[in-house]
């Protein structure tokens, strides 16, 4: 790269909040804040825990995808059936 003045543009990615389960309960045992910065994080995030997407609490929506998560919001793992 040559010498000269760059400009460094970070990307801020997107922080939610998951509402973590207990396994065996299904009761909330905690929260845990995660900043997603690409596609590549969602899916890697999602295929350590096992799961599928991400379910909107207190609302309807499935998630799948960078776009479709809204900062500040919580979420639940979701899972395939006998997963």
Known sequence: MP????????????TIKLCLYSETERI??????KTLYTEDDLR????RRGWTGLRELNGYRC???????QSGAVYQGVRLLGG
Do not use: H
């Not at 909330?28 to 804040?33: H, I, K, L, R």
């Not at 890697?44 to 295929?47: A, H, T």
């Open 44 to 47: 890697d995030f999602l295929s």
């Open 3 to 14: 010498l000269g003045n760059y400009t460094l543009q970070l990307d801020e990615g997107i």
């Open 63 to 69: 998630i799948d995808t960078l776009d479709d998560l």
């Open 28 to 33: 909330a045992v905690g929260t845990e804040d």
